[in-house]
């Protein structure tokens, strides 16, 4: 018997077959979306389906935790022409020297008719830790004020 804990983190570290084909790679590794009704449940009877490339995604829980645990910044920005929301902050390494974490705040979307959609109905969201090279910095410009971020 797998505990849930176990079982809760190996959904949301791996990723949907379906969505693996169907969403085309972004500036981000992760996307949540609900399964609409008439779709039926998703793999393993779950209410959600996830597409999970590289990706870190972190429960309501642990980013609560991390919020009190860190000061987080937060700014709003667009990239490519979406608007985003990423939560910004710093943890000590091991050897004392301050790292920085970006957190992006994305909306949980629908899965419906087998295609990915946004959801304008819900207020549902997910975090993801960014990891992708390209967007840290334009997000570290945008929380300091020196830059509009494109990409």
Known sequence: MISGAIGDADRMSG????LREKIQK????IDVLRIS?????????QQYTRYNVNGILLD??????????ITLKSV???LNGKQYL???GQYPD?????KDLIIREGRVGIWKDSQAHE?????????????????????LEAVNGKQTATV
């Open 15 to 18: 990723c949907s077959w379906m």
């Open 26 to 29: 972004s500036l981000f590794n």
């Open 37 to 45: 009704d008439g779709e039926g449940e998703g793999e393993k009877g």
């Open 60 to 69: 309501d829980a642990s980013f609560s935790k991390l919020k009190d645990e």
């Open 76 to 78: 709003r920005m667009k």
């Open 86 to 88: 990423f939560h910004i």
């Open 94 to 98: 091991t050897n004392g020297r301050k």
């Open 119 to 139: 959801d304008p109905d819900t207020e549902e969201v997910y975090y993801e830790v960014v990891v992708n090279r390209k967007v840290t910095p334009l997000v």
